[in-house]
């Protein structure tokens, strides 16, 4: 009888599916071979010990729950969660299990389904992030979407997405979630990164305590805190490679394997069809929006703000300030050097105009040398005033346009809500004859 049960045991240790039986407090008394390909421990490290130790913490309840009903005498099939490799990385079960009332004991046996799960993950994430790409009005509304569809594949506490702008030769971080560092300012490719290696090489990079990590880190470094685990994928478009998607980890409870490389990598031409189609998206929009030279606010925009801004006024009352303005003697420019040194001027205006306001204001160009600004919360007309003076400050300075110093007068005029006028048309109207009193008076 022994030698049958003996016989039997080694029939069971054949078997790819783990066979265990537990006592009614949840502690092995067997487990099959199988364990150790499917959990990493060994059946000889696993007697005597709850089994609830290898679930995955945050199915421990569900599980205990459902063991107590089988206790109870049900019998439970095709039960699902998630347990814990003895590497760290979690393995998808489905469980069938009855209870003993006899013996006082449970057998179950459990078949690993996490290819199936990784599957159906897949499939979901590449869903989602082609639908996110849809939805998304800009990369600051993709990004956090794109980290959330993630991390249901793969721990992704910490991870940030690279972009590397070629013309600007500038590596940014236009998203970084971190425990522990804040994002890093941009920086040149050759700046020796991590992420810059992913994009020089267009190569995968996973850095883990068993890899050769010292060899990575000749050629790169370490920016912010030293993780235990990094991993980055590239972002391509078509044969360049434009970016990459990184997940690092500080502790080991949370490990990469080549499976999560695989995972990332597979997902990463999807996110990048989706970062491409939001950054054009982002790009048809300003350009609907601006002036396409000097990359201003244009008349359509600034109208709309200017509503925005009298129908908040309406409903909080405040105050706000028009400064219209245009160039003296700009048309001589033009005639004597040429529209190519003209553009260039306005583009400098342009780029001056903006250091003046602050980010909640708006600066538009109207015309061929006309400009428009919204000070959106200002206290008394003194403040527009002071804008004013400022403006003709960085103006009258020169402007050196290649070898030539040119230099340029401002007209400007002011129109303050409620008191010059209380909708755009009495506003701009005020403003404009503003201007043109202040060039009568120049003249």
């Not at 030293?226 to 994928?233: E, F, K, M, Q, T």
Request: aromatic share 8%; proline share 3%.
């Amino acid at each position: 009888m022994k030698k049958t049960y003996n016989n039997l045991i080694d029939f069971i240790d054949l078997l790819l599916d783990v066979v265990c039986v537990v006592d009614a407090e949840g502690r092995l008394l067997f487990i099959s071979a199988a364990s150790e390909q499917m959990f990493g421990y060994t059946p000889e490290e696993l007697i005597g010990k709850p089994i609830f130790d290898l679930v995955h913490p945050d199915d421990r309840e569900r599980s205990i729950a459902v063991s107590m009903r089988v206790n109870a005498g049900e019998e439970i099939v095709g039960f699902e969660n998630r347990y814990l490799h003895k590497d760290g990385h979690t393995v998808h079960i489905r469980w069938t299990a009855r209870w003993s009332e006899e013996q006082q004991i449970r057998v179950a046996v459990a078949h690993d389904i996490s290819e199936r799960i990784r599957a159906e993950s897949l499939q979901k994430a590449l869903y989602k992030i082609s639908e996110t790409s849809h939805q998304a009005s800009d990369l600051g509304s993709l990004f956090p979407l794109i980290h959330r569809i993630i991390d249901e594949l793969l721990p992704a506490k910490n991870f940030f997405v690279a972009l590397y702008d070629r013309h600007k030769d500038e590596l940014s971080f236009p998203y970084y979630a971190d425990e522990f560092d804040s994002c890093p300012a941009p920086r040149p490719l050759d700046s020796g990164t991590l992420s810059a290696e992913v994009i020089r090489t267009g190569q995968a990079l996973l850095l883990t305590p068993n890899s050769n990590k010292s060899m990575h880190l000749k050629h790169a470094e370490v920016v912010g805190t030293d993780s235990i685990d990094w991993l980055g994928v590239p972002l391509h478009s078509g044969k360049r490679t434009f970016g990459t998607l990184v997940v690092q980890s500080y502790t080991g409870t949370v490990r990469y394997t080549d499976q999560d490389q695989e995972l990332l990598q597979f997902v990463s031409d999807q996110v990048a069809s989706a970062i491409i189609r939001t950054q054009l998206h982002e790009r048809l929009i300003h350009a609907a929006g601006h002036d396409s030279l000097t990359g201003l606010a244009n008349r359509g925009l600034f109208q709309d703000r200017l509503q925005r801004v009298i129908a908040r006024v309406g409903r909080v009352p405040g105050r706000f300030a028009l400064l219209y303005l245009d160039l003296d003697k700009f048309k001589e420019i033009n005639d004597l050097y040429g529209h190519n040194v003209g553009d260039k001027m306005l583009v400098e205006v342009a780029s001056r105009l903006e250091g003046c306001i602050r980010e909640s204001d708006t600066a538009a160009r109207i015309g061929g040398d006309e400009f428009v600004l919204l000070l959106t919360n200002i206290v008394e007309q003194a403040d527009a005033k002071n804008v004013a003076a400022k403006i003709r400050h960085v103006l009258n300075k020169p402007f050196k346009l290649g070898d030539r110093e040119l230099l340029i007068a401002p007209s400007i005029g002011i129109a303050v809500y409620p008191e010059n006028g209380e909708n755009a048309e009495e506003l701009l109207h005020f403003a404009d004859e503003a201007m043109y009193q202040s060039k009568r008076r120049a003249v």
